[in-house]
């Protein structure tokens, strides 16, 4: 990975705090997690120690309120963070927008107390969350999900599967979304299940075509007991509250896009300048140069988007439309520069010599996590013609 990367980037910052921030953040990346990450990504390497030194440095938190432990930014500072670390290795970044969104439902929907006994913890404690939402049975069709919740007493018994869940086997708490009543999206109910519960167990890890790093897994309940002081909202709210945090949690992703585009542009335009050919750089050849322009103009245009979106989540106004065209524009994007990235390098952007091909996988699995890009778009049309006849 460049020394360079990410530097090229210009950042509109509200506050002197947030450019201190940001400074930390490109530190921390250039030296603690890019070095390491083509290695560890190609041995399948989780870097737990990155997460804990994060989470040491405020991290974890940082749209969360200070009260409980976080960063109180606002989401337009939260999001660069998250573009720098996913430039630097989309195993991490990631991994904090995972967390983030697995700290959603009880910093939003939770009670005083349940945030006074367990959010100061989720968010600066040096606990790693994951988010149970998807099924094998229920991934884009999420509200047909099966995994139960059985009152029993004061506690709920749950049983069931979970699949895709990014942290799966490593989490130290889990937001769950089970079904408590009937069918459909008013049956579900939101819990937040601890990593070390009786019952939670975890399959190996999927053998995925990239982001090795990142461990995703079935998550099986078997009769996981959990007090009623573990539920979060209501009952027959959890769908609600799974939906709320995906608005956010796209937008998490959008940026992450941003970050592993940024990154293979930053690789193909260095390369460019100094690969030769025909007695002079690459980068001189006017086919090759409107390449390096249309990938430079996708990522600041994906780059605005996300930032658009954060701002009205930031003002407190709707903001779920403009969240699934930032997925949809963003990881789009991703995903044909880092393709037009490897074809800058010619036969070297092939191997695993150059980071290109690995950018490249990853951005891949961004067109299909948090909703797949043909979900974004049912999503933007409901917005601007309402939902599809029955």
């Not at 509200?143 to 749950?158: E, M, N, Q, Y």
């Not at 009952?235 to 937008?251: H, K």
């Amino acid at each position: 990975m460049p020394d360079h990367i990410s530097q090229s980037v210009e950042r509109q910052l509200p506050t002197d705090e947030a450019r201190d921030l940001l400074s930390l953040v490109r530190e921390i990346a250039q030296r603690e997690i890019a070095p390491k990450a083509a290695e560890e990504e190609d041995a399948g390497r989780f870097p737990r120690e990155v997460f804990t030194l994060l989470s040491e440095s405020g991290l974890l938190g940082l749209p969360y309120d200070a009260e409980f432990g976080g960063g109180d930014q606002p989401y337009e500072v939260y999001l660069q963070v998250l573009e720098e670390l996913a430039a630097a290795r989309l195993t991490v970044g990631l991994g904090v927008s995972v967390h983030s969104l697995s700290c959603h439902a009880l910093a939003n929907y939770g009670t005083k107390q349940q945030q006074s006994d367990q959010l100061s913890a989720m968010l600066g404690g040096g606990l790693l969350g994951a988010y149970c939402l998807s099924e094998p049975s229920s991934g884009s069709d999420a509200a047909s999900l099966r995994t139960k919740a059985v009152r029993d007493g004061d506690d709920w018994v749950i049983s069931g599967t979970k699949a895709w869940i990014t942290h799966g086997g490593i989490a130290d708490f889990y937001t769950v979304m089970a079904r408590t009543g009937g069918e459909g999206a008013r049956g579900v109910t939101a819990f937040l299940v601890p990593g070390d519960a009786a019952g939670l167990s975890a399959a190996a890890p999927e053998k995925k075509m990239g982001m090795k790093g990142s461990p995703t897994a079935q998550v099986h309940f078997d009769d996981v007991r959990v007090p009623d002081s573990r539920r979060v909202g209501d009952e027959g709210q959890g769908f609600a509250i799974a939906l709320s945090a995906l608005d956010s949690g796209r937008l998490g992703i959008a940026a992450c896009a941003i970050g592993v585009a940024q990154a293979a542009l930053d690789e193909a335009a260095g390369y460019a300048a100094q690969r030769r050919q025909f007695g002079k750089p690459i980068a001189d050849f006017q086919g090759l140069r409107f390449m390096l322009a249309d990938m430079a103009t996708q990522i600041e245009a994906g780059r605005a988007l996300y930032l658009a979106a954060a701002r009205l989540r930031d003002a407190g106004r709707p903001f779920a439309k403009q969240a699934a065209m930032a997925k949809l524009l963003c990881t789009d994007a991703a995903m044909k520069v880092t393709t037009d990235a490897v074809q800058v390098l010619g036969g070297y952007g092939y191997t695993a010599d150059f980071p290109a091909e690995r950018l490249m996988r990853e951005a891949k699995v961004l067109q299909i996590v948090e909703g797949t890009n043909q979900i974004q778009r049912m999503v933007i049309a409901r917005h601007l013609v309402g939902p599809e006849s029955r």
